[in-house]
Structure formats: C-alpha cells, structure tokens
C-alpha cells in the first residue's frame, strides 16, 4: 500500500526559504504512470495547488507561485522536495503531498504537515 | 489558470439525496476529480474519471458532468457523510497545471 510521508520544520521565519520533503514508501517515484504533487491548505480554507513533478524531474507550477518554488525529486532516496522561498504569513498552511494522475487525480496524499510562518 | 467555483455549502436531510456541483471551463476538457475532507484530517478521493469509486468508498457516492459542470451526488446521506467536498481538474490551459474549487461545506441534518 502506497504511502507518503511529508517532513520538515513547522516554523519559518518571514523572508526565508521554507522547505519540506516528501517520503514514498509501498512504492516507486519511479513510476511511469504517476506524477508528485505539493497542495496546501491555509487555516480554514480551501485546497491551492502548488505545483507537480515526474520522476524524469519535469516540473509544473502554479503561476501565482512558480518565482518562488521549486520542487525537486530524488529517486535514490525514493523522495521528492519542495522549496518556498521568501515566504510570508500568507504561506502558512498544512502542506500536502499526493501522488496523482495526468488527469490531476491525487490519491493517495500524506497527512500533512502544518509550517507556519512567524517570527 | 482555470477557476473551478462550489457552493460554500449545502445541507441534506439525512436519508435524502444531495447534489454538490463544480463549474468550470476546464470541466469542458477533463473529468473532475471529487475529494471528501473531515476535519482535521487529509482529503480522500470519493470519485474520479467519469464515475469511478476508489475501493472502500460506499456507492452511494457517484459522479455525473455534463458542459462545464461536474457533479457529486451523494445517495442515502449518512451521519458520517458531514464534510468539506473538493472538486479538482487539470487547467483547461493544456500546460499540465492542476485547479481545486473552493469546497463546499456539506452539513447532514
């Protein structure tokens, strides 16, 4: 059973860059068929798609985002990451990460994470 | 990038039949996928590609689309039903970005 696990610090300072990384156990990122996605939620709202990556390292970001993230992968360590820079309190949200298909349906997804943004 | 646009919320009797529908320009292209979140947890898939149910989830869930606007309904509401649902898709860009809606608060009464 394919699961994921996201990690990192859950407080970030204002301007600086937050960063998390993604475990796939129960399966490969390797995987042909699938792309890795990062969504997050801010307290009380709705989902916002960030952005994706195959396992080629071919990546898609949301345009209200993309100046400001990076997501990377690596498939030795069967993870892949996801960097936010210059953040500010807008940016605090419990991240996401989920497996999906080319059609953008995202099963399964980790539990998430909560970063918050303060100083 | 696309909008996908919901109701903030819905209310259903419990036993009744409820529909919580997402528009969309891309929805024209792409199926809607329809993610049900409680709170406090992560977002589970209910239905995807024309009315597909991942395995545990009960059929009384089932999706419709017609134009722009894809369709959740849900059958027999139950209890446990009570929940924030989420449409999504790909953006009708054809650049391979993804779109969430905004959700929608579904209270069973």
């Known amino acids: 059973q394919l699961q994921l696990q996201e990690s990192g610090p859950g407080l970030v300072k204002p301007s600086e860059t937050l960063s998390l990384t993604c475990t796939v156990s129960?399966?490969?990122?390797?995987?042909?068929?699938?792309?890795w996605g990062w969504i997050r939620q801010p307290p009380g709202k709705g989902l916002e798609w960030i952005g994706s990556?195959?396992?080629?390292?071919?990546?898609y970001y949301n345009p209200s985002l993309k100046s400001r993230v990076t997501i990377s992968v690596d498939t030795s360590k069967n993870q892949f990451s996801l960097k936010l820079s210059s953040v500010t309190a807008a940016d605090t949200a419990v991240y996401y990460c989920a497996r999906h298909t080319p059609e953008m349906t995202y099963d399964p997804w980790g539990q998430g994470t909560l970063v918050t943004v303060s100083s | 990038s696309s909008e996908l646009t919901q109701d903030p919320a819905v209310s259903v009797a419990l036993g009744q039949t409820v529909r919580i529908t997402c528009q969309g320009d891309s929805l024209r292209s792409y199926y809607a996928s329809w993610y049900q979140q409680k709170p406090g947890q992560a977002p589970v898939l209910v239905i995807y590609g024309k009315n597909n149910r991942p395995s545990g989830i009960p059929d009384r869930f089932s999706g419709s689309s017609s134009g722009n606007t894809a369709s959740l309904t849900i059958t027999g509401a139950q209890a446990e039903d009570e929940a924030d649902y989420y449409c999504?898709?790909?953006?009708?860009?054809?650049?391979?970005?993804?779109?969430f809606g905004g959700g929608t608060k579904l209270t069973v009464l």
């Open positions: 990556i195959y396992y080629s390292g071919s990546t």
């Open positions: 999504n898709s790909r953006d009708s860009s054809g650049n391979h970005l993804g779109v």
């Open positions: 129960g399966g490969s990122i390797s995987s042909s068929s699938y792309y």
